[in-house]
């Protein structure tokens, strides 16, 4: 008799954001609860038309994504890489009892949460997990006091993202038909923008100042120490900050400072020289220096990049890793708070690592300073009642999470010990009528000191934008002398100075800014710097953030048109507006009412209108900061370009070098580009086949080789190479073009070698075919059939025989297409935990890549592979296939590139007609 299938015991589903998450909670909770991730949003506006649903395609506010008639309603979808996974979700949730929403306790996590209720629809109990860090302790504790989905944080999150989707839509065009293709504008990206610029401005503004100084090095009691000239005759020296940066000349003043210059300095050393000098002061003051808060998601990312030099981007990667494997606290935060567990476990650590001397009486407290601060959490620190060594976090952590945890570490250790208390002592020495100072400070309790030292932001006194002077640094032992006493002077010394500009913004003196100003949150700093970074606002140079002149363009359009939207106080308004929302006391619809459509003012639908037509392409993109004057009675301009910067003067264009910060271009340079612009391109000759001229030019991207012209060709294109890399713009014959481009070069014909048999196809013999060398993208190399190999660079292009080919084929192929079946192993991790395949990672073509034999996973750039572990890697792989497979050309496509290939090979045998009859 057939007995009934006993049906499976049913279990609770935890759902999280990310793999590593889910891995650390399942530790915890063990067999009895299914784990998965949801791999970051599940749901969100349509990014473009093809996402659109059939049924709302006809719609006019679909491809926004809003419909505004309908109080600003949302259209959702599931983006197509994450469709897959959210059927895979959906099954789970019918197999489970109980349905645990366990995603990150802020607004986005909430919201997550919020979509995936809407989305699977689950028949089950829902509780909402909100816990601070992954210990078993806390999600025992969120297991035990699960909660509601917060619904005033849903709204904020909602209205945030509705507003930022209104904003880009529709600046975002206008900068677009405006300046050029494929800008974008964001309520903190392009206040952040301004920000830069504005720096940018100041430093091209600035005029420098020379000013002198004397050294002076004495003979002391147990050595040579130096002092600083301070006064003469009672007037102070002038130095660096006493000069207006932008006329280079002294402040005004009432009592101004002595300007020394390279002759009154000399003067004034030949007047002293041979003397001795006399003490005059000396003055002891106690100092105390306290330890800084721990840290909150902003002043980590400073703190990471002014010790670490990582960026923003880089240091939240880390911090979110360090969070989901349990060892800080959530990473998102604006709070300086501790809770008592945290203070307990600081204060045992205290004392018993550096003593019970080094521990308060009392606990420490904070109070967040930050304007806005957003929903309370705990400060950023280790996790749990005990603190994990940074010497003793898992082999699983790379060399990023370490450092970063070290920071976090020493932080919040420090935060809780006593204060350093120390002497800092001024002396001044006499000599006549000249005043000369020195101070040095003796740490006498080195208190919190021994567990860390924060960095500063001040830049270097010799103007180096990466600043970051050592708090310990200008500690400094003086002489035993007293008041009265005589000291030999053994050599005073002039010295030149030159006043510097102000220092560019780096990522975290940017982020400290925009904190101040209460402009973004922590989750969106690091996502904005690498949004303005990407989108080519900025550049990096060193450590600094330099403005493009497409940023500069932009900057003139929102402040000379739209200005309200990168005004500060607006903008931190919206900020406060959202929390408002977040907190219950606003609503969301009312404020996207008032934003959008207006209310007793315009709001940005009828702005957006009224500039359209006012706004002059020509006008906002001059970059008028620039003071070159007239050459031949019109005057000099900088302009933006679709293609990029450019010079302009009498009808005469000279494009900027890629590269250049706006404070590096002068009057001087603006005249030598224009110069060698108007002397037209360099003609090489022509070419003896169709008497077709020779050019080299340079463009945005290098020097580079035409062959015709609108004159010989009419609307035909001319034939374009650059320059190989060996040859110069300056040095290059018309030889060197026509060999360039005549390329690729046949060095003959071969058999291919023959394909041997698979499991579904036979072996097939070799075919005739050319070997040709070409100069590609990636440099030169050698086509042979359907295979390719890299041209070594002891071997040159131009030069390559057949012989030379056909030992480069018979050797396995290194790099190109099917590299990834010969992809060289950089490292083995060991076998995936589930599936026990063996995990490796791969030098692909265009990169590292993990793979576990079925997916493959690029490894981010800055992630060293030495660092990679096997944690990692499966994180990786399962992010890459919870985004499904990659998307195939369809026919309908390929029929296309088929189409295009047609035609452009009739407009080649076009073009070889038209070169004929311009020869004949």
Known sequence: ??????????????????????????KFLGKDYVIEASVGHVRDLPANAAEIPAKFKKEKWARLGIDIEDDFKPLYVVPKDKREHMRKLKKLVKDCDTLYLATDEDREGESISWHLVEELNPKVEIKRLVFHEITKPAIQHALDNPREINADLVEAQETRRLMDRLYGYSVSPLLW?????????????SVAVRMVVERERERMRFVSADYWSIEGTFEGPEGDFTASLN???????AIGKDFEQETGKLKASDNPPLHL???????????????????????????????????????LQQEAGRKLSF??????????????????????????????????????LIEETYGKENLPDDPRTYQTKVKNAQEAHEAIRPAGDSFTDPKALGPDMGDDERKVYELIWKRTVACQMKDALGKRTTLTLSIDDADFTTSGRVIEF????????????????????????????????????????????????????????????????????????????????AAIIDTILRREYCFKKGSALVPTFTAFAVYNLMDQHLEYLVDYAFTAKLEEDLDEISNGRKQG????????????TPGLQSRIADVEEKIDPRSVCTVSDYQFGEQDGEPIEVRVGRYGPFLANNGISASLPDGIAPDELTKELALQLLAKAKEGPKSLGSDPENGLPIYVKNGRFGPYFQRGDQETLGDEKPKMASLLADMEEETVTLQDALAVLALPRNLGTAKTPDIPATETEEAKPGEDADILAYNGRFGPYLRWGKDTRSIPAEDHLLKIDMKRALELFAQPKQRGRGAARQAKVLKELGEHPESKTPIKV???????????????????????????????????????????????????????????????????????????????
Request: glycine share 6%; proline share 6%.
């Open 311 to 348: 960026t923003a981007k880089r240091t939240m990667r880390a911090a979110q890793r360090l969070y989901e494997n349990g060892y800080i606290t959530y990473m998102r935060t604006d709070s300086t708070t501790l809770s008592k567990q945290a203070i307990s476990a600081a204060r045992s």
């Open 446 to 525: 080195p208190g919190f000191r021994l567990a860390y030292v924060e960095q500063t932001d001040e830049p270097k006194a010799d103007g180096d934008e990466k600043g970051g002077k050592k708090a310990n640094d200008d500690d400094k032992i003086l002489p035993n002398v007293k008041e009265a006493d005589s000291v030999p002077t053994k050599s005073l010394d002039p010295d030149g100075h030159t006043t510097k500009p102000p220092a560019r913004l780096t990522e975290a003196s940017l982020i400290k800014e925009m904190e101040a100003r209460g402009i973004g949150r922590p989750s969106t700093y």
């Open 842 to 920: 791969l030098d692909g073509r265009y990169g590292a890549y993990v793979t576990d034999g079925t997916t493959n996973a690029t490894v981010p750039k800055h992630e060293a592979i030495a660092d990679l572990t096997l944690e990692r890697a499966v994180d990786l792989i399962a992010e890459r296939a919870a985004k499904g497979p990659a998307k195939k050309k369809t026919k309908k496509k390929a029929a296309k590139k088929k189409t295009a290939a047609k035609k452009k090979t009739t407009k080649k045998k076009a073009a070889k007609k038209t070169n004929k009859k311009v020869s004949s």
């Open 589 to 600: 619809l009312d404020y996207l009412k008032t934003f959008f459509n207006g209310n007793g």
């Open 231 to 237: 006064s003469v005759a009672g007037q102070r020296i």
């Open 1 to 26: 008799m057939a007995t009934k299938k006993q049906a499976t015991k049913k279990k609770p589903l935890v759902i999280v954001e990310s793999p590593a998450k889910a891995r650390t909670i399942s």
């Open 177 to 189: 038909k405006k300046i050029k293709p494929k800008l974008s504008a964001g309520r903190v990206q």
């Open 261 to 299: 210059t390279e002759e009154s300095s000399t003067a004034l050393v030949s007047r002293l020289a041979g003397k001795d000098a006399i003490v005059k002061s000396l003055e002891q003051k106690p100092f105390t220096q306290r330890p800084s808060p721990p840290f909150t998601t902003s002043t």
